[in-house]
């Protein structure tokens, strides 16, 4: 056990681990002492000098070391002639702080006389204002009035973009240098920073493009004034007319815990828009941050390419009808296919939708898919995190391995939570054919050809080395791999291995250990838990259905197979928000309802099952996933369970043996977190959200057998000849998927080059960054811009998936120039 | 005359020349600590010596140099050269015309605390300073005085020199280690403090140009020889470079002690037209106006006696001012340099030296009432105490000392 130091604050005793700070000990006793710059989640600055103390030691004699006592007795204590920063002062056996005397009232309230000096007060029409630490601060312990003259207040630009994203108002900074720790401290993207001095001290961005990073959003919670904001909710709502609603980031596996800000919007008709998403405390998943994927995408809900009417296809074309005729079309068809209805999803669904649909499956005897680019969630549910997990709670000792896996790309805030654990001195393993963000923090990196994964984990078992002991000598063990080049048959071996693995080296089913996979879709795994498999040979299966029915899938996009596959399926039917390249076609399409329109649970990648409720009412013209599946079912005669979410997630956990026993509100209980943010509190206003609607519970492990090593198929390795590249599909967070393209928020950020090139081959073939190449596969040709990076290895060229490439696997290539040909034509 | 222990450039010409320091016997106290005294003996002679820190604080440099843990390494030190203080040019006169001297102290410095490695931080406007420097020290490197295994001893040595880019709180000196880090020139947090935890994180000893330059006469002549000039308290001799309205402005080598009289009036030759002598700023401009008064004239120049007046020795940048110069019009020069340098940190010197200039500047044009004399008084009392660093806290020490001596000088300007 840590040390422990006794110390009194305010005449209050308090006994806190050795080393906090002042002002935290001080909170634990529910004592405010203001600041601005200093965050938990930060290192100290101590710049604002708002959380001057008087603190006092007790006095040693010089001689003996033992402290000085007073005639009764007690210790003598020293108080220095300078009041001290609380935020910069570590607490120390015996001391006394005064945190509220006259003379530290004082102090207060001559520095935010100081700061408001040269602060606008704009508060009417900024959005901080309401949630602003400022603002609080200055009620609670401030001057009533300022002996600045108001004319001569220093003025500086109000709308600086720091990119496309984060706008910043120069005059309403503090220059508390959050945003900048956080950049540098907490995400290691320091691409933010202090110019020039003094007064004239402002924040600055210098990467191109402005504020390049995925967290940046970030920055606007904890700034402790207006001054960052977002350039969707600047001007955009004040905090009090909202209304908060919990729930769960659904666009990766991570699961980040959020708010959806909500208000009625008299320019939308009444209607009650979301305004902003935020950050919601859970220390076990995304404390309290998320990516900018996360708070920005959401505007794809608003998107007029929703679909709002069911369609029939009447010849060549898709019209709209009615509810009732679609629902009963459909289910004349799904009643036709009996036993040969393919079912196929995704995770962009809810454990309810996808549990309607396993038992529609179940009962025609069909066939249950999911659409996902990677497999092995069966082995993940055997060997998948359990019980007692946390990321942040891996340390030295603790082994991460990570394979075939972009992870900055692919899940932004498990790289964090990697990076952060590498940095507490766990041992980081990258195994990855081309160089990472996440590299930098690794202890080992192993670099492998692409199509090579299972042949290279095979190695990785047998080894005996630093990686092979590393993992058997851990405490913890956690496995992540991903979708870096590898498509379902790479993915499901990869997985045996690493399960097998884990197995192997005791850690199955420990506690922080076990497999984790990072999907695409915020609930592939759930999906897995549920049933759901991968179908390696897809576009045979659809081939040979009679009926389709495809739930939060698009297929045709992204294999012009399964295009090709659909075109002769039977007949098909697609519930989905847009007209995707799937449902147009589709004999009957059925628009669905947002995550943020719908109630819902989802297991994440750490298989933690989470709840997320509406947070603004749905489009008239809507019906939400398992409703519709329900509808058809029941107009088909075939009798399911459950009518609305309660009733479905109620039989979920009575049916599937890891959901067993758990009810909603284990899922929705509440524990106090640490840091203790409060945001309601005096300082950190604004800062996340406050977890008052539940962590999520962990699922416990599937039991069952896992395959041995020797019984993992090998996959026959490509050989790339001379005239050939291998196409890789890589995995980009900011892609053209179907709500990150309707949000329309992230247009700038999308990646520009579909391809990337080793330096070499781009001198092969005379190729500069941003030039046109055309790949041709099997005939079938692609183009795009292609980008150059000397981290990735030669002979291959990585394309970037959900970017219309239709690319699934490693697949050879013939690359061709089109000016170049032409003119050689 | 005294003895020059640092000027001795005026004594023998052409010094700044290798040729000539060596001839007049450079180096050789270089030569006997590597080649036969204990870093631990060079650690001795200078706490022996007494000699205090010429950067402003004096702070006992044997003393600073003891606080590096032997259990963390390497060592580094530093010169700080970014002679920044509105008044004081004795860095420069060293550096430009006694650089042997200060180089010899620096590499003596570096092998009391076991440092491979030293840097010389300049201020930008040094840039030639630091150009002949950089050709001193291969000259140096060339002959054998620095480098490795130097005078075939395990010890090696290498300097660099490094331009700040122009900012005063450079010369704070974790400011100057983040400088030399090569991040924004601000201060760091202390504890740690430098000794401990200073450049790259390292244990870091930091002396000023002058107190470097002693070295070579401490370590080459003994503590003993040192102590012959100055006083008990603080021995030795120091630069005073004396400004303002004096006949003969300049640098004086003088025995610390000596009286503010005999520096402005044998050495300066008394005031420009014999005008009466209104106040002393002791160290530039982060100085008290101290009156000019028969007994301030006769106060020695020692880091304690100072002191008594209300004032600190600083780095003895003497600013005469005579009966022609307005107090209030001095403060309004000395708020604008501080608010210009103030790096921006901490809030009370942000806010308040640019509060503290919009005030002077209504007082100056004539825009001001009575009130906003005490509205001044009392930002720079507000400011006290609560900065980050030393920098905010020195600006207030003028504006204070000035409305309490000088008052009638701001209300002749107030609004009419």
């Known amino acids: 056990m840590e040390k422990q130091v006794t110390l009194k604050i305010d005449g209050r005793s308090v006994t806190v681990p050795d080393g906090t700070l002042i002002v935290d000990a001080a909170k634990q006793l529910g004592i405010v002492i203001p600041v601005f710059c200093y965050h938990p989640k930060l290192k100290p600055a101590g710049m604002c000098r708002v959380c001057l103390v008087d603190v006092g030691r007790p006095q040693l004699d010089r001689a003996s070391g033992k402290p000085v006592l007073n005639e009764d007795g007690t210790p003598k204590i020293t108080f220095g002639p300078k009041l001290e920063t609380a935020c910069t002062t570590p607490v120390s056996e015996g001391m006394v702080v005064w945190g509220a005397t006259e003379k530290v009232m004082e102090a207060r309230k001559e520095v935010l006389e100081f700061l408001l000096t040269s602060h606008p007060l704009d508060c009417p029409v900024c959005d901080k204002g309401g949630e602003c630490p400022l603002q609080n601060l200055t009620m609670r312990f401030g001057p009533s009035e300022s002996r600045f003259e108001f004319d001569e207040k220093y003025h500086n630009e109000k709308q600086v973009p720091l990119g496309e994203l984060i706008i910043l108002d120069r005059e309403r900074c503090i220059q508390c240098g959050r945003c900048v720790r956080f950049q540098e401290q907490v995400v290691d993207e320091p691409v933010i920073g202090f110019y020039e001095r003094g007064r004239a001290m402002e924040i600055v961005t210098y990467s191109e493009p402005g504020f390049d990073s995925i967290f940046s959003g970030n920055t606007t919670d904890i700034c402790p004034v207006g001054a960052l904001t977002t350039a969707d909710f600047r001007f955009g709502a004040r905090p009090w007319e909202m209304k908060a609603r919990a729930s769960i980031c659904t666009q990766c596996p991570v699961g980040c815990n959020i708010t959806y800000n909500v208000r009625r919007e008299a320019r939308k008709d009444g209607r009650t828009v979301i305004k902003r998403v935020m950050p919601r405390q859970n220390e076990e998943v995304n404390e309290i941050w998320i990516c900018d994927k996360g708070r920005f995408t959401y505007h794809y809900y608003e998107s007029p390419e929703r679909l709002t009417s069911p369609l029939i296809r009447r010849g060549d074309q898709l019209v709209k009808t009615s509810w009732d005729e679609a629902i009963e079309y459909a289910a004349q068809q799904v009643k036709a296919a009996g036993s040969k209805l393919a079912v196929v999803t995704s995770g962009r669904l809810s454990n309810e939708d996808l549990f309607t649909l396993k038992q529609l499956s179940e009962k025609t005897g069909g066939k249950a898919i999911l659409h996902s680019a990677i497999s092995g969630g069966d082995r993940v549910a055997m060997a998948g995190m359990t019980t007692g997990s946390d990321l942040g709670k891996l340390s030295k000792g603790s082994v991460i391995l990570v394979f075939a896996c972009d992870l900055h790309e692919e899940a932004p805030i498990w790289w964090l939570r990697v990076k952060q654990a590498a940095e507490r001195g766990a041992t980081l393993i990258v195994v990855n054919p081309r160089n990472t963000r996440l590299d930098k923090y690794a202890t080992h990196r192993l670099r492998y050809a692409y199509g090579s994964e299972v042949s290279t984990l095979r190695t990785l078992l047998a080894d005996t080395g630093d990686i092979g002991l590393a993992v058997n000598e851990a405490e913890n063990a956690v496995f992540i791999y991903g979708s870096e080049g590898i498509g379902l048959n790479a993915s499901a071996g990869a997985a045996d291995l690493l399960a097998a693995w884990l197995e192997r080296s005791g850690h199955r089913g420990k506690a922080n250990s076990g497999l984790i996979a990072a999907w695409q879709k915020g609930n592939d795994q759930g999906a897995w838990e549920i049933g759901f498999k991968t179908d390696e040979h897809l576009a045979e299966t659809i081939s040979a259905a009679m009926g389709v029915y495809i739930t939060a899938a698009d297929p045709a996009s992204e294999d012009p197979e399964l295009k090709i596959a659909l075109q002769r399926a039977g007949f098909v039917i697609v519930q989905d928000l847009f007209l995707t390249e799937t449902a147009k076609l589709a004999d009957v399409v059925l628009p669905v309802q947002a995550v943020m329109e719908r109630e819902g649970t989802v297991v994440s990648g750490e298989r933690r099952l989470q709840y997320y409720a509406p947070a603004i009412p749905a489009p008239a013209g809507t019906r939400v996933d398992h409703a519709i599946t329900s509808a058809i079912a029941e107009a088909a005669g075939i009798q399911l369970e459950g009518n609305n979410a309660g009733e479905l997630f109620a039989q979920l956990t009575r049916e599937i043996d890891v959901f067993k026993g758990i009810t909603l509100q284990d899922v929705q209980a509440v524990h106090e977190q640490t840091p203790s943010l409060g945001r309601s509190g005096m300082y950190y206003g604004g800062t996340s959200y406050e977890n008052l609607e539940g962590l999520g519970v962990i699922l416990p492990l599937k039991v069952g057998a896992l395959p041995t090593p020797a019984e993992v198929i090998e996959l026959e390795e490509l050989t790339i000849p001379e005239d050939r590249l291998l196409a890789v599909p890589v995995t980009r967070l900011y892609d053209r998927g179907g709500t990150v393209t309707a949000s329309g928020m992230l247009q700038q950020r999308i990646a520009r080059s579909l391809f990337s090139l080793h330096p070499a081959d781009a001198e092969r073939y005379q190729l500069k960054a941003g030039e046109r190449v055309v790949l041709n596969l099997d005939g079938r040709e692609i183009e795009g811009e292609v980008d150059v990076d000397s981290g990735q290895p030669q002979g291959v060229v990585l394309v970037t998936r959900s970017m219309g490439a239709l690319l699934t696997a490693p697949v050879l290539v013939k690359l061709s120039v089109p000016q170049r040909s032409a003119v050689n034509s | ?416």
């Open chain 2, 1 to 416: 005359m005294s003895e020059l222990f640092l000027l001795r450039h005026r004594q023998i010409p052409g010094l700044n020349q290798l040729s000539t320091y060596l001839e007049s016997g450079g180096f050789e106290t270089w030569k006997k600590a590597v080649t036969s005294l204990a870093p631990e003996d060079l650690v001795n002679e200078v706490k022996a010596s007494g000699l205090r820190g010429r950067g402003g604080a004096g702070f006992p440099t044997g003393t600073k140099w003891s606080f590096l843990p032997n259990t963390i390494w390497p060592h580094y030190v530093v010169a700080n050269a970014d002679e920044s203080e509105p008044g004081t040019f004795k860095d420069r006169e060293i550096l430009e015309f006694n650089p042997f001297q200060f180089l010899e102290g620096l590499m003596l410095a570096s092998y009391a605390v076991r440092a491979h490695i030293a840097y010389v931080y300049l201020r930008g406007e040094f840039w030639q300073i630091a150009r002949k420097l950089d050709e001193r020290i291969a000259e140096l490197t060339s002959n054998g005085y620095l480098g490795e295994n130097l005078f075939g001893r395990d010890y090696s040595l290498r300097i660099y020199t490094h331009l700040g880019a122009g900012a005063y709180i450079c010369g704070e000196e974790t400011a100057l280690l983040e400088s030399l880090e090569g991040r924004l020139g601000q201060p760091r947090l202390r504890p740690p403090f430098p000794a401990v935890a200073g450049l790259f994180g390292l244990p870091t000893v930091i002396n000023n140009v002058e107190t470097l330059a002693n070295l070579p006469i401490i370590i080459g002549k003994g503590a003993a020889h040192f102590r012959t000039q100055g006083t008990e308290k603080s021995p030795g001799t120091k630069i005073f470079s004396l400004s303002g309205r004096v006949k003969k402005p300049g640098n004086y080598e003088l025995p610390l002690g000596t009286t503010f009289r005999e520096l402005i009036y044998k050495h300066g030759e008394g005031i420009i037209n014999d005008a009466r002598i209104k106040a002393i700023m002791p160290a530039g401009a982060s100085s008290a106006l101290i009156p000019a008064t028969e007994a301030a004239l006769d106060t020695p120049m020692d880091y304690e006696s100072v002191v008594e007046l209300g004032c600190a020795l600083g780095s003895a940048s003497v600013i005469i001012l005579d009966e022609t110069v307005s107090a209030s019009a001095l403060v309004s020069d000395t708020i604008h340099f501080f608010k210009h340098e103030s790096c921006g940190k901490c809030t009370p010197c942000r806010e308040g030296t640019f509060w503290m200039a919009r005030v002077i500047d209504r007082i100056e044009t004539g825009k001001a009432r009575e009130a906003d004399i005490d509205l001044l008084a009392g930002i720079a009392r507000q400011m006290q105490n609560k900065c980050l660093c030393a920098l905010g806290e020195f600006s207030t020490v003028s504006v204070l000392s000035a409305i309490e001596n000088y008052r009638a000088d701001f209300e002749a300007r107030l609004e009419k």
